[in-house]
């Protein structure tokens, strides 16, 4: 790390003066360094740089070694095609640490081609690629993928049998787990959009739902939040990885959803946090794998993460207290925010900048790590350790607050738990009313799905529906569905809305007046000659599995993801205040 801060000074101090070290008389005729000319450098900018000359010398040789370096690449591209990659390696299978690893291969070769020769050359099993962030695709060519000659490609294991669990063993790579991950959050997924036709237990079967902050159910079209919810899933998943220090697994879990991140509207992904905190858990991701040489990838997220707070929070968290009362446990996120901007303040050479961003760092630090009497005494009167911490974070360490902040939170929790019990049987006691008026109970159900549970609105569309017909969302016209988009409907609710009302556009306008524009087409249910067929399958064996794998990582409490204990945090800050000193 001290060697990229030297050099990145170097590098500020040559473009001053305009100096060319692939050049004479810092480079001859066949490529060797110029020593003389390098050495009179060296004594130069030692002083400025307060190192020995023979540090600044090495500094100045390796820069002037990749220019050579790239020239030659950049002629070779020209000549021969062939590119010259930067591999980002795992640490334990870089050679020598302090020397950069290449790989010279065509461009127009599938990607599995290049993952096979690294996996052979550096004895790794199963692999992913990583290019500015982004998982590259191994049935596809490199250049369809925006690699160019010279780019930066992280390589990281998706494999560890010695540091995974049991579970974890039985599953071939990683690629596998990915790909379970993503089926159970589905299953749950479609739950959430539409909880079947009320013939499972509503106290015992497991879905997901989208809440805000004080854990209030939102209303989100159906894709959009079908989407969110895999996002959520596979970041809670990479999170949980991320506290087993399996960085590796976890950042291949964390770009996932990242890309499911994008398929989200752009006004919802500002009005939460949760994109904000999934930049910041990338970026701590890189530092932990020493992926350095990612600074341009995480210097952009680094910002995301921090215009996504300010934009949910407040400039002076002003929203974040009038929404939750206090701003102690997210200053956390903050904390985390500034150590890693500090980080590569100091990896670009701007030490001035990156001691001004720890002195914040430290100050945060020694408000939010609580003493251990104080947090000893609340566990005495029965609270958990994450209730203490959490707790004396919210009232800024006093004691007496803390114990009636926990007492408050606690019952809040309760009543919201009560208040989602309440409303799963009253949804099973409607869909049983209506069925017994002779609607059948996935009609029933799809009805109050789009009334967000109110019976007599759903009666009166199944009402309407078997006085016309529902017609299949396939068959809804066109013509009809762009009126509804003119008056700034979204297509999905139009299209749902004409399905429901047969195509009467001034029935559809009304419902979808009355939901507030919301009306999400839910999953398919069982029909009451398949409901047998259809309950076997939604509760099959292997769902159940997958739904109890993905449900093992997500955390029990809304606010695990600010439950962190500074313990890595401390080793950077104390690394970092070193590498400055």
Request: aromatic fraction near 4%.
């Amino acid at each position: 790390m001290t060697e990229q801060n030297t050099e990145a000074k170097l590098k500020s101090l040559l473009k001053l003066e305009r100096i060319q070290l692939w050049n004479p008389p810092y480079t001859e005729d066949d490529n060797q360094p110029g020593l003389q000319h390098l050495q009179e450098l060296a004594e130069r900018y030692a002083p400025l740089l307060r190192l020995p000359v023979v540090v600044v010398g090495g500094a100045l040789e390796s820069i002037r070694g990749q220019a050579v370096k790239r020239g030659k690449g950049n002629k070779t591209f020209r000549e021969t095609s062939v590119a010259t990659l930067e591999l980002l390696l795992p640490r334990e299978n870089k050679k020598d640490p302090k020397k950069k690893t290449y790989l010279e291969t065509r461009l127009d070769v599938p990607l599995q081609q290049v993952a096979d020769r690294i996996s052979e050359d550096f004895g790794l099993k199963h692999i992913k690629l990583i290019l500015n962030g982004r998982t590259l695709r191994l049935d596809q060519c490199l250049d369809e993928q925006g690699v160019k000659n010279h780019s930066k490609v992280m390589v990281l294991k998706v494999n560890d049998a010695e540091q995974l669990n049991k579970e974890e063993e039985e599953k071939k790579n990683q690629s596998e787990s990915l790909q379970r991950t993503q089926k159970g959050f589905q299953i749950l997924s479609e739950r959430g959009v539409f909880l079947s036709d009320g013939s499972e237990d509503p106290e015992t079967m497991p879905f997901l739902e989208i809440a805000d902050q004080k854990g209030n159910p939102l209303k989100i079209p159906q894709e959009e939040k079908k989407a969110l919810i895999l996002a959520m899933g596979f970041h809670e998943k990479g999170r949980s990885l991320m506290k087993r220090r399996l960085y590796d697994a976890a950042l291949c879990h964390l770009l996932q959803a990242d890309q499911n991140f994008s398929q989200c509207g752009s006004a919802l992904l500002s009005s939460v946090d949760n994109y904000a905190v999934l930049q910041l858990d990338i970026v701590w991701c890189y530092q932990a794998l020493e992926a350095l040489s990612c600074l341009e990838d995480g210097r952009s997220r680094l910002q995301r993460a921090e215009d996504g707070f300010l934009r949910c929070y407040g400039e002076q968290q002003q929203r974040l207290l009038m929404i939750k009362g206090t701003s102690g446990r997210e200053e956390v996120l903050f904390l985390r925010l500034h150590l890693l901007q500090a980080l590569l303040c100091y990896l670009e050479g701007d030490d001035v900048q990156a001691r001004q961003l720890l002195s914040k760092v430290e100050s945060l630090f020694g408000r939010l790590c609580p003493t251990s009497e104080d947090m000893a005494q609340l566990m005495s009167l029965g609270f958990s350790e994450r209730e203490a911490r959490l707790g004396l974070r919210a009232c800024h360490g006093d004691l007496q607050q803390a114990e009636v902040h926990i007492s408050n939170r606690r019952q809040e929790r309760q009543e919201l738990m009560q208040r989602e019990r309440q409303k799963r049987r009253t949804r099973v006691e409607a869909i049983t009313t209506l069925t017994e008026f002779g609607f059948s109970r996935r009609d029933a159900a799809r009805a109050l799905h789009c009334t967000d549970g109110d019976m007599d609105k759903a009666y009166a569309i199944l009402l309407d529906s078997s006085q016309t017909t529902i017609i299949p969302e396939e068959s809804v016209s066109p013509e009809k569905v762009e009126q509804l988009l003119y008056l700034g409907f979204e297509r999905d609710s139009a299209e749902e809305a004409l399905r429901l009302t047969g195509g009467e556009v001034q029935s559809a306008t009304q419902l979808l007046l009355d939901n507030q524009g919301v009306l999400s087409p839910p999953s398919a249910s069982p029909t009451s000659e398949d409901t047998s067929t259809s309950s076997m399958s939604s509760t099959s064996a292997e769902d159940n599995k997958l739904i109890n794998e993905v449900l093992e990582d997500i955390p029990r409490h809304e606010e695990d993801y600010l439950d962190l204990t500074l313990e890595e945090e401390s080793e950077l800050i104390t690394a970092l205040k070193t590498y400055l000193s």
